[in-house]
């Protein structure tokens, strides 16, 4: 029953994990196989207060797939909200429109985060 339990846990780990690595792989071979949806990303993502010199426009433009594709991989895709509007936003896709899917995958999130940083016990700051 212990070493169950264990499983149970790894597995469960592993089910979130792989939800948050589908949806980082798709928002981000879409975005940069797709030039349309790449530039839409470009002219929608939040940059914060990015500014840039005109005399460096062309050294910006010239790297901006490595900017975005940085970008991509920055974004953590367990935070469901953030990404449900990226998927809004850029690909114009609603995701996870059920507020009831969105408060358990949140939670569900939550627990794998337990899980994996503290063996499942919860943080009693946290809840």
């Known amino acids: 029953p212990e070493l169950q339990e264990y499983f149970n846990r790894m597995i469960y780990a592993n089910v979130i994990a792989s939800m948050e690595a589908y949806l980082s792989k798709t928002f981000i071979t879409i975005v940069l196989n797709d030039d349309a949806i790449f530039w839409q990303f470009v002219n929608r993502f ?22 975005v594709q940085t970008k991509l991989t920055e974004v953590l895709y367990h935070n469901l909200p953030k990404v449900r509007a990226m998927y809004q936003k850029i690909l114009e896709i609603d995701i ?7 408060t358990f995958l949140s939670k569900s999130v939550d627990i794998r985060h337990d899980l994996v940083h503290r063996n499942g016990r919860k ?3 946290k809840r």
Not at 49 to 64: L, S
Not at 96 to 102: N, S, V
């Open 46 to 67: 939040d940059w914060g207060k990015e500014k840039i010199e005109i005399e460096k426009i062309k050294d910006v433009y010239d790297n901006m797939p490595i900017r």
């Open 96 to 102: 996870l429109q059920e507020e009831t899917d969105m």
């Open 123 to 125: 943080n009693s700051n």
